[in-house]
């Protein structure tokens, strides 16, 4: 069982930046590959980043490339997502959560454990 508990959301104008944070629970942690969706009002869930279980490798949806970086410190159970230049479409609950297998990394029906959520919300 893996406890996902993410923080860091917030109100940010266009353009500005925000972090996010996700704190797991298990010691497995390395294990587990990471990755953010969200889900905007009257939208379905969406990818937007993962990052394999060491760190070496990251994918990212076209829509946030060159903006969003997804990072990970195994040894503090975390996983970021550092979001800079963002814009009022960016605006969306935003997710972390775990899965092992890594070829399933956007598929958000594959992922095991979800953390609650928190909301980011861009003003124009």
């Known amino acids: 069982q893996v406890q996902l508990v993410e923080s860091g959301g917030g109100l940010v104008q266009a353009g500005g930046s925000l972090r996010l944070s996700c704190a797991a629970s298990?010691?497995?942690?390395?294990?587990?590959?990471m990755g953010w969706f969200r889900q905007a009002p009257g939208k379905e869930r969406e990818f937007v980043a993962a990052?394999?279980?060491?760190?070496?490798?990251?994918y990212y949806a076209d829509s946030v490339k060159g903006r969003f970086t997804i990072f990970r410190d195994n040894a503090k159970n975390t996983v970021y997502l550092q979001m800079n230049s963002l814009k009022p479409e960016d605006t969306a609950v935003y997710y972390c959560?775990?899965?092992?297998?890594?070829?399933?990394?956007?598929?958000?029906?594959?992922?095991?454990?979800w953390g609650q959520g928190t909301q980011v919300t861009v003003s124009s």
């Open positions: 298990a010691r497995t942690f390395s294990r587990y590959v």
């Open positions: 959560a775990a899965v092992s297998d890594w070829s399933l990394y956007s598929d958000s029906r594959a992922y095991d454990y």
């Open positions: 990052i394999s279980w060491s760190g070496g490798r990251t």
